[in-house]
Structure formats: structure tokens, C-alpha cells
């Protein structure tokens, strides 16, 4: 099983950053804890993470056949691409929205997601763990 | 670590009704699952259903001292419920929200939540591996 | 034919109350009139008021097999409760609900209806008439 | 006692189209069943069908001194004219809104009335059932 | 100086219905008060009243160099026609909207005009004193 | 019969500004218009301008048995002041709301008055005229 | 292959009006072109104009059977007509909608259409190329 | 003089909870208060308290005959409950809502209440003088 | 303890005007039943009102070193007042205001204010009352 | 005549997705289309695609002196890119916007357009031949 | 070169109050600044402070003729006040707006300005040196 | 001390493009007025234009410790980037907004802004100066 793991805007800044929110891990930190999952449940993982919109759109076009599901950290995307969306749309692959942190409790416009409704669910609020969770239902998910 | 997990109206329905959106597991299906993963970790659960919201405010009420953490899922109290939000704010536990199916693509009522922004984060539409990955980051959070 | 049906909040006052939105018959008069109906058309009633959200959601839950109809007041709960919607979702069993006042010429919270989407039809208007003809429709409805 | 059924436009379509909302029965089939009913409870009907406005409209205006009372499907202009309401309120004869189909389950613009604040009361829903229903219940209220 | 007075939908019944919105006139007795203040003013008037939009559509397109002004009432038609908007911008002849009751202490709807802002302006509240008076204030505009 | 003519905000600067909305005509030019129509109707008229909204709440306070009637161009309060319009209504002298342009052809917060629902009437869009049409229905009214 | 070409109210006035939004030929001339382009591939016009909403309504009821596809600038009706909606939908002829203008560049309350999402598709701003183009792409539908 | 005292949901976690907003006192220590200034102002008080909705609607419903007036805190129900408006509407005995907190100083849903608009009055932000002053101005009220 | 007490706009006009709404009371009558209480509870008052928006932020400036707390009822000011606001966020004094109506229960404007959210708490509905339970509750508040 | 041709993002995926929205040709079946139509109406065409945003705000900076024309379908960019419409309207090179399927009979978010009120006009809904139609009413249109 | 620099209500204050929010610096220290610059650049300053919203539309007024420009920092009444955004319209002498705090990070209410449209522009979130960039950008906009 | 100037789309077009509302220089023209201002108060400057969103957002993550502040004029994203937002508050260097029109007087979503709330403050509507008085002030911030 193949999974791509996508991560939007400003996350390559992650450590460096509002740590309340956030936590103090690095992108790369939390990439070694994926891989570490990644490697128990046997799954193959390709990590990206890019500040430009289209950068996303294109890994996710190019999952069609490459992949069997994609685990997308959209970040500031996730209120105003409905480009991603359509991408999504698009491929019909398998996807899982996860966030860092809990989008709910922040300002009114990160409440509203263009790419929840064409995932399979979201999961939001757990720091790196977000990530873990979202790789094991989405492996999970696809097994079925 | 003890932990309080918490189901709301009509969940005593699950595997009787739409199938397509809940799964066909039955909630002891469920909590089958999840008493294995508790035991998986090491984490002792105590779990309860019920129609009645005051019940559910009650039982988050009782968890102050007794529990280290709550998994909740509301069902339709998440839109409707500020007694369960104001009662999880009173005991301050650590609370996660999960969710069967994926709310934000069905009625736009259902895309509010009154429970999320005070909880650790929000998971859905995984159907039981919502409650299993719930039950994961929960127990993390509360062991950090 | 069985049919259930089911009074919500505060219509255990009728009678007692604003006589000019709900007319001077008690609930105990409806009652009646509605047995006395359905002895002419050959149904059986079972009759339930409560003030409890999570009675009427229990009611609605048993009737899954034991009953072929409800007919519904919902009061105060058509505005606020989900959780009923989602009971009746769940049964889907033939339901019609029904007002004694008409709702569209009262506060704008209440031209509102959780439940009116998820059921056959709607009644409203028409005072112990509105129960009368929501008998009819609704066992014609499941003769059909 | 006289009564003035008034059916607004596109209604005699019906049979002709969308099967699954409206019922297979022609505008005809429903006449007589009113016709019927109104035999046996001893009520006199006038029946007209319009796709003008202006025709329901002249129409409410004759009924003043000449019916008792009026049975409208306003159709789509229940959700557009003003000028019905209006007249309903020029004339002010007892009037009962009707509809084939739940409006309240389909599109958003269809659960608004102008007509309901001006009538007694609503019934939707119940195809033809909804003609008859109405008939009952606005003979009853002239009664009393 | 030729003006085309238009009265909108229900305006037959004046004198019959809501006296103490409309005031006891009828629509005959307010039109001998205009024609009176006409003589008086010297102008000639065409005074129509229809229930009908198309008619008032047309009436409008016809003053196009048959009059210099148009006084309208346009009743419930105020709140609903584009039709009428757009006739008045095409024939480009002055215009005033004139309501005998304050459609600003009615009705939220009531207080959305389509024809006030492509006119010259809007007398509303005075019951026959607003045909009066606005046919003053029209003739007043027409002459600079 | 005694008239208040209330003048609010800015219309001192009336023929210095903006003539295609309001007109060359001065604040003065229309007073003595307005003294001239007096005299012929056999009207006491004061006039008063203020740019201070409590000069204006203090004229209709002392309105109380001192004056028949009022007419008011409250200008820019229209849109924001409740003072006014508690004024009014602890008064409870009849009162006309003039305007010298369309208010409902300009911007969108023009639209809303609280005023004029607690007036007989409004006048807008005929300049000067706006206040003679005014003056004319209001002394109509008191005679009535 | 036959097709009904629509034209609602003020559409009569082309040519005599705002020539900046509409161009400055009239709808004969338009017809004329539209002839010539209906000769051209061999396709039959009938062409009707109306200020009518009922004469729409009763148009489009008609085509049932009498025409393969329906050409329709419902001018004003687009933003109030819930009938034309509702006859289209009865009959499910295929339907294109055109406007002479750019509806998006003018009133908010011109942006929005209750026809467009029962037609195939919309073409607007291109003055009388919207029908020419309307006309070739409805017949290009219905060849497929 | 009988006064009816009621507490909505999670009031009895007061003291335990965020003191910040609430004040440090528990339920017990303002029923002391309370009923401290019962004895001086000579009025029988019987204080309640409930997380379920239902319970405080039986016992607004059996005030009617029992009690002269009702103190309601209704917590969170204030922005969620129907039922409690009309049972106060069905007893009509004269009730004031109170908050410990200034509920016009936190989240935007606490804005807004349900039952206001049918109290006498509301005081909100005093903490447990909010008790003791709505006790006050009650029983004054009922004397008058 | 001193206390300043503010009247805004129309209170003058008390017992003068809507009696329903506002009682009999004179401001007058209101001041000795204040000054009576402000004797028994021995704190000093200085009370002030005025039809002006800058004579009550004038004396809020004031109230900086000179005054322990503010008694305010703003009255119209209460919806439309920013500049209040803003004074009582600069002098950092305690404030409680108060409405002698039920402002809930009046029209949906007068349900905003920009003061409460700056003040320590609102009372509202108890006519003269309102003003002695603020004068309560604002020197206990004040004490502690 | 030369005429850019832009495509927005996900456009390169046509043919492999959703066909019942899209239909089944690929962007290359539709560029043969439309290179075909520009032979026979002797225009020069240059087509571009891209999933980046500023691809696009570039490609139409170019077109300043370098086209004459612009045939854009923005996709996902239509409801999000104010860059784009900025783009058209410093270059102010006459622009059509182009649909595949019929944005007004999709989610609500997709009746938006921020590039629609910056060209001559909008079409929607037919597939490929929204390309052929836009060619040809944008030829037409430079040509006048 | 003459500039009238103007100050709302309550900054007065300034120093005395919400540092955080506004600096520490008085009035009069920003006033001696500003003439600093002024003398520096040769430009003749008025400086005014009231609370009063007719103090400022009167000046407002009598800048024309005698001001070149305006520096207006109208506090609270820059989202209340039409009335000085009615008086810059009618005197229409180049107006420049400014804030010490940046008023699009505080209360949703304060991100609307009524006087922005009708100035050349607005500074905000600099504290006392928008004053200072004011000026420059006033004089420079003066100058050419 | 080093400051990053950012432009955002389509500001390259600069002086070709609509002259009325951005003024006649060039991107060109305002960097030399800007290095000539720099120079003067020894500023050293980078200044940097693109239509890439990402572009924007790399130079922001840059600028940590790289840069003391950011000068942006976000253009077109001012109004769509949560990225550019996330981007400034991820690297926490002091930024200010500024435009060379003033947004406030052009189209509704112009006023809104994704970035001013993260920034210091903001400056629109001095052209060219609107930059200068923005290094300026952010200068002086830097400094204190």
C-alpha cells in the first residue's frame, strides 16, 4: 500500500513557530514519527510539503494509479482552494484532511473547509498525532 | 488512566439504521473494539449511552476526579447541546469529539459544533476508527 | 393498523393555557376524538405525552417493528431537537407531524422545522383538526 | 356552504410530470375525489385551475359574499406572490394552503410562504390526500 | 400635460377591505379627488387599475410618447416585479411610486421596493393624500 | 394649526453642495417657499435647522402641546439615531419624514429609517417639493 | 427538429432602450438573424414574446411533445419566476437560458436566477450573439 | 408570597468551576443568601435545581396555583429551550431571568435568549446578587 | 462610596409618555426613591441626565478619581453609542446599566448593546426598580 | 485575429474524471474542436493550461498587444482568484468566460464568479461546445 | 497651506488610558509633534478635540474656503456617524481618516467606517505617528 | 536595519493599467522614490514583486532574522491569502499593509482583509505616498 502525505503552507516553519498552537515539533520530526508508524503497519509513504497551491494540485493528479490513498495537511489552503478540491474530485483517491490544531476553536473563517466534504473524514486538534491517527484510519479505510 | 466514553441519542440504533452512513456495526460491536485497543494500551474505559442529554451532562459532571479523560460523541447533541458543552468546560477533563460519519458533507446544520472548540480536537467520519483513533490521541495527549 | 402518537412539551396544558392559539379542548379531549376516530377507521392508537426530548426519542426508537405510522406533535422540540429528527431517521417508519396553531403566522423561530424534512408531510392550523387529519393521511399514506 | 378550490400554475401538468413528487393522479382524478367527498359532506365546490396570477387573484376577489371559504394550492406562487396574499387579506374568507409535496424537503426557496401567515393553517405533503384533508378541515373550522 | 396614473393589484377593493391601513375610500373616490386636482392643475389623466403585471407592463410601454409622466401604485407588485422595474427603465417617461399606508411600519417585506429606486422618488403613508400629492409633486417635476 | 419644520445635519449647507442630488436651491430659498404655501393653507410654521442631534430630540420634546404637527428632514440621523425616534414616539405628535433626494436609489445604509415607522408617512425625491408635498398632507391629516 | 424560441417581458422595447445594455437592434432584427442561422441548420423556429408569465408558462406546457429543445431570455421573470421554473421542469424539454446583458456586471439582485438550474446551461452579455450561440449549442445537445 | 427558585444545568458544579466568571460561591452558599433575604423581605422560597430540561418544565408548569412567581437561572437552556418559553407562556405566572455571569460579554450565542422576551425583566453579571436582586424586584413586582 | 447616576435621551419625557412600557413614574419620583436607598446604604449620588451623547461622555470622563462607580441607563444611546463605550473603557470605572422596559420584548434593535459587553453586568425590565437593584448591586460590587 | 485560450486547474484531467459533468472528451478532443473552428473562421489561436495561478494572471499580462481577444475557463480560479480578474482588468483585453457544466445547478459556492463582472459575458453548461459557442460570440464581438 | 486636524471622542483621554491599545503619549504630545512636522513642512495647523459629533460636522463645515485639507481621526464616530461623513461630502476638501490602533484587529463593529468611502484614504495601527504620515500624505496629496 | 518591500499581482502592470485609480508611475517609479527615501533615513531595502502566491510566502519565511520588517501590498491576496497571513504570523517580523488605492470606496470585498489584522497597521489611498509614509512608519516602529 502506497500513501502520499501532502502538507500545505508555512508547515515547512513548524517548530518555529506559535508553539502553543502548534507544538514544538519539526516538519521533519513529525515526518520520522510517520515513517516509524508507516514502517510497523507496512505501508509505503512519499511525504511533500510545498507553500504553492498548485505544487498540490499536481502531487494529487499524479496519485491517479501512483497511490492508494493521500493524507493532506492543507493549512491555509483549506479555506480558500477550491482548486484542491477539485483535484480531489478529480482523482477519487482516498483522502483524510488532518490538522495540527483544533481549527474550531480559532478564528471564524478556519471553521469552513473547502476539502472536508470530498474526504472521507477530518481530524483536527492533535498536534502530531493528528498525522498518526490520520495514516491509520486511512490505511484502514482502504483495506476494506 | 481511566477514561469515559460517552454516546449520544440513537447511537443504541447503530447496524439497525442507514447502513451506508453509519456502517453496520452495532454500538457493542464498537465497544467490543474498543475495550481490546484499552486493553491494547493499557487504559481502563468505562462506557455509556444514552437518549437523555442530561444523562450525558451527569456522567461529565461525575468524571471530575474519577476520569482522566473523556471520548464523546455527541451525535445530535454536537448542534443542539449547550448544557454538554458548558458541563465538559465545567469538569476541565480532557475531552475529545468523535463522529460515525463524515458531518461536513451532509445538512449544513450539521457542520456547527458547539462541543468542538472545547475539546483537545475533533475526529469523523471513519465510523469505528474514529473511536479507536480517538481513543489513540486521547490517551496521548492525556500521557504528555 | 397500530399507529403511535406522540405529544411533546407542554401540550399536557392544553386547555389551560393560551386558548386563542390552541383552542379550549385538553389534550384528554383530542385524545378521545382521535379514538373515537380511529375506531371508524379500523386502527389501533397508542397515545404518549412527556416533556422529555429523550421519551419521545425512546418511543420513536420502539417503534421500529411494533408500529406502521406516528403521528407527531413535537411543540417546542420541532425548533430545537435533532435528536428526534435523527430517531425518526433511524425507524423510518411513515411519520407526520402535525400543529394545532399555525406556526407560520407566530415567531420567526418557530416557522422553522427539524422534523417537517425527515416525514411525510406537515399539518398545521388547525386545532384538534390537525390531529384528525393527520390520522387520516397518514394511515391512507401507509395503506398505499 | 360553498367552497372555492383554487389551484395555482403548472398543476394541470399533473400526471404528466415528476411522478415521484406529485403522485400519477391527474388534476381530474383529484377533482372528483374532492368532488366526491364534497357530495358526501354536503359542500358545494367551485374548481379552477390558472397559470395567472391575475386569475387567482380576480378569483379571491369574486369569493367575497360568494364562498365560504377557500382551498388553494398556490403551486409556485406560494413562494412569489404577494398580490395573492393581498387578496386573501382584502377579502378575508377562511383559507386553507395546500400542497402535493413536502416543500419542506426540497429546495430552500420552496419553504417560504407568503400565503401561510394569511390562511388558517398549511397542509403538505400528502398528494392528493392533501386536497382532502384540507376540504375536512376548512368545512370544520366554517362550522364553528 | 399627460398623465398615466396605474394602480397595482387588490386596489379594486379599496373602501371594502382593511379600513384602517387604506382608510374608507374607495378607488372611485379617490380617482374624482385627482381628476378634480388635475382640472384644477390643468393636466389630463389616464387612470387604469389591474390585477394583472403584464397589463401594468404594458400600460407602461405605451406611455412612451403618449404621456409625461406616470403615477403608480403598484400595490404587492412593489415588492415582486423586475417586469415593472425594467418597463419603467425602458420607456425612461418620470415615474413616482405613491402607497397609501406606511409600508415601513408593515411587514419586513414591505419595505423592499424594486420600483422606488429607478423613480423619482416615493410618497407613502397618506392614504388618498398620496395620489394627491404625488400627483403635484410629478407635475412639478415634469414642468423644470 | 402650528407646524415644527425640523431640518437636520448639513441641509445649512443646502445650494453649496452636491446640486444633482439636492438641488441649487438654499435651506433659506425653501423656507420661504415653504412660508408662502403656509400662508395660503392658513399654517403657523417654525422653522429650525441644527446639525446637533439633541437640539432636535429638545424641538420635539417641546412639541408637546406646543405644535399640531411636525415635519422632519432628519438628513443623516434617518439612519442612525434612536434618539429621534424615541422622541417621537413620547411625544406622539403626527409626524411626516421628508427627503430632498431618493434616498432608495443612493447607498445601501440610506435605505433604512428608523423614523419613518413611527411617522405617518415618508416623502422622498422631490427636493423642494418634498417639503411642500409634506407640509400639504401633514395639515391634511391634523384636519382629518 | 423544431425549437421554441422564449422571450419575456420589455423584451418588445428593444431597440427603443438602454442601447449601452442591449444593443440597438430590435427583436425583429434578432429574429431575422436567428431565422437565417435556423435555415442554415436545418432547424424549425417558432418564436414568441410575452409580458406574460402565464403566456411563458403555457408556451413551455405546450412543447411537450410539439418541440425538441427550448430557447428562453426570460428578461425579468429569471429573478421571480418559480412558474417558468416549475413548467420546464414538467415538461424536461431541453432548455437554454440567454440574456442580452451581463447580468453579473449590473444589480446584485439580477446575479441570481431561478430558471438557470433547470436549463442545460446559460449564456449571457453578447448581445444578440447569445441567441445565435443559445440556439447552436440547444441543437447541438439534442443531436447527442 | 411563594416564589418558585430554579437552576438550570451544571449550576450545581458552581464553585468547582471557572471562578473567574461564575465568583467562588457554591449553590449552597447563594440558597443561603437567598433565603436569608426570603426571611427579611418575608417570602417562602422552594429552590431547585436540575440538569434536565424536562424537570424544570414540570415544575414551571406545576407553579401555576402553587406559586406567586418564578426565579429562573436557566444556564444553558437560556439559548437552546423553546419548551421553557412556552411552559411560561402555558403558567403565565410573572418570572425573571438571571445569569451569574454578563452574558453579553462572552461567546455570541450567549446573546441571545429564548426566554427574555417572555420574563418580566432580565439582570445578568452580578454573580449571586443577581439572585438576591432578581428576588427583590420579583416580589416587588408581584405586589404591585 | 460615591456613585454617578446617567439618564440618556427622552427619561426627561418620563411618566409623560408610554405608560405601558415605562410606568408613571416622573425621573423625578425615580430620583427620591433613589436618594431614599442611597441614604439607607449611606453612599452619595449624583444623578444627571441629558438628551446629548457628549454630555454623558463628558461626564463618564469626569467620573475618573471622582466617582466609585456608574449607574447608566442609556436609553436610546444604548444601540446606536460607540463614543459611551469608548468612555467607560477609558475611565475603567464600574458600570451597570440599566433599562426601565423589557428591551427583549421590544423591536429586534433595541435587543443590541454596545455598552453591556463593557459593563459589569445589565438589569432591565423592572421599571423604577431596574435603577434600585442597580444601585444594589453596583456598591456591593463596588465593596468587594 | 489572434486569441488566447486559457484553461484553469484540473482542466488537464478532463476525460478522466467525473463524465457526467464533464463529458468525455479530453482537453486535446476539445482544442482539435476549437483549432478547427478558428481555421474555418480564419482566427489564430494559442492555448494554454495550468494549475498555478499566477500562470494565468501572466499569460493575460502578455496579452496586452499581443491578442486581441482572451477565452478563459477559469474552473476552480472562477470563485477564488481576484489575481485573475485584477489581470483582466489591467490588460482590459475583451475577455469571455467559459463553463463545461452548468455552475448554477452545483454547490452553492460555484454561483459566484469574481471573473464574470470583468468580461462581456458568461456561458455555462454544454460541454465543449461552451469553447465553440465562446470562440465564436468573442470573434464576433472584436470584430464590431 | 492650511490643515484643520481633527479629534473625536474620548482623545481626550489619550494617556490616561488603554496603553496597550492607544500609547502612552497625551494628546497634547501628539499635537506638538504635529506641529513640528508642520512647521518643518510649512503647513498651517488648526488642532480640535471634541466629543461632540455636531463639533466636528461644524468645523467640517466651516473648512470650506478656509482648509486646504483635514486630518480627522474621528474615534468612536467613524462607525456611527453619517452626519460627518454628509458634511465631508458637501464641503468635499481632500479628507485624509486615522487611527492610533489598528482597528482591524479589535471588535468586529470597528472594522466598518462610515467616513473611509468619502476620503482619499485611511492609516491605521501607528499610533501617533498616523498622525504624523497623515499630515505628509494630506499635504502631499494637496501639492499636486 | 533591512526591510522587505513585497508586491503582489498584477502590481508589475503598474502605470499601464487603470490611471485613475493607481496613479501614472510605474512599479519602477515608486522603488526609486522608495531607495531615495531609504537612502535618506539609511534604510537598506529588498524590494521584490511576483504574482505567485508562494513567492510571497517564501520571501516572508526569509525574512526571519533576516529582516527587522515587512512592507507588503498584498494586492489582489490582500483579500483571498490565508497563506500570506499564516506566513506572517508564523515568522513574526513586524509588517505593514498598504494600497495604493483606497479600498474602502471601490467594490464590497475589497474590504476585507485576510492580512491587516496580523499586520501593525494599515495605509490605502495615497498612490505612491502610500508607500513612503508605510516605510516610514514601520521604521520608527522598528526603532522604538
Redesign the interface.
Known amino acids: 500500500m502506497k500513501i502520499l502525505v501532502l502538507n ?3 508547515l ?2 513548524l517548530g ?3 508553539v502553543d498552537k502548534y507544538g514544538i515539533m519539526t516538519l521533519d520530526d513529525i515526518n520520522k514519527e510517520l515513517k516509524s508508524l508507516a514502517d510497523t503497519i507496512k505501508v509505503e509513504l512519499e511525504i511533500f510539503q ?6 498540490l ?2 502531487k494529487i ?1 499524479e496519485s ?1 494509479g501512483n497511490f492508494d490513498g493521500i493524507l493532506i495537511n492543507p ?9 484542491i ?3 480531489i ?4 483517491v482516498p483522502t483524510v484532511e488532518i490538522h495540527l490544531s ?1 481549527v ?2 480559532r478564528e471564524e ?1 478556519r ?4 476539502i ?11 498536534k502530531e ?2 498525522y ?2 490520520g495514516l ?2 486511512l490505511t ?2 482502504i483495506k476494506k
Open positions: 500545505g503552507p508555512n515547512n516553519m518555529a513557530r506559535e510545498s507553500n504553492k497551491e498548485s505544487d494540485v499536481d493528479q491517479l493549512a491555509a489552503f483549506t479555506h480558500t482552494s477550491v482548486a478540491r477539485d483535484a474530485l478529480a482523482v477519487n483544533n474550531y476553536s473563517f471553521h469552513h473547509s473547502y472536508a466534504p470530498v474526504c472521507i473524514g477530518q481530524i483536527c486538534g492533535f498525532d493528528s498518526l491517527a491509520r484510519v484502514n479505510y
